[in-house]
């Protein structure tokens, strides 16, 4: 993140990588081909992600009854696995990141020097974790959901300069739940970079997130979208290619915001535009009437918007159906 072009495209593989090291290559490969700055993980202690009384609430159950702590063994990385996907990842020139939810995985972290660290919406008032990233000297991007701005600067305070993100931790979110305008309050507040975490089904938010300015877009990311859970909130490779075209070229379609129209738009003029022509032949000396008149396409010399100067003018030459009206046709 050192050299941090505007948007930053974090493809967060997060957990779907599913427990499969070859899958979470081919998840890098994938957000290389869409062009993303950025990969990410979330690397987690089994034994430490909750305790008992959070794995047996209703909430956190699946349907079969098993508990999201096994779940998470499944999702686990090893230092080994983890050193081999930042290896893959720098040797394909894509910048490795990962998300930390404690001391042990900051360790972890820390220790093989990812490009950059990020710290959960959940974590943002573990104020003894945000201090230990302090100390790392990582470049780091936090998220902000569940947050309220009390908060917010307070983790900005421990953290010196992160990137915030505005987050809305719901999975999905729903469209009307996305409060996008909170961006702009968060840059109103902050004098640090901001950025948007997705958590909506599709791309379009972070495109209007894009168009708002941020510097940074964290999609979730996956091979499959109807695998359920985070796959089904996740872009696929298409979808991030896509978002990140747009990025690369939504400026251009703002333009400068000129009135004057430019050169090869009036070189359309000509065409487009209608000029003034006679209806039928006529002789010398024949006085033009409304209906003697033909407005039509291509634009002529004499402009259409003084039509009615030459209604009633006598002309003093023959003249041809469908010839250009000239105003020294007309006897003064």
Known sequence: MKKLTSPYVIAEIGINHEGDISLAKRLISDAIYSGAQAVKFQVFEPETIMGPKMQKHKDIKNKKGSFIKNKAKKLYISNRQLLEL????????????????????????????????????????????????????????ISTGMANLKEIKRAVKILGNPVVLHCVSRYPCEINEANLKRIETLKKNLSVKVGYSDHTVGINACKIAIMMGVQVIEKHFTYDKLKGGDHA?????????????????????????SITPSKKELNNKKIFRKGLYFAKDFLKGEKIKLQDIKILRPENKFKIENYGKIIGKVLKKNVKKFSPIKSNYFKK
Do not use: H
Not at 102 to 129: C, F, G, H, P, Q
Not at 246 to 252: M, P, V
């Open 86 to 141: 930042k290896k893959f990842s720098k040797k394909n020139k894509i910048q490795f990141g990962c998300s930390i939810f404690d001391k042990n995985s900051l360790e972890r972290v820390a220790k093989i020097k990812v490009d950059y660290l990020k710290i959960a919406s959940s974590d943002i008032n573990d104020i003894y974790l945000l201090k230990l990233v302090k100390k790392t000297k990582i470049p780091c991007i």
């Open 233 to 257: 909130l996740s872009a696929n490779k298409d979808d991030l290619k896509n978002l990140i075209e747009f990025s690369k070229d939504f400026k251009k379609y703002m333009g400068a915001g």
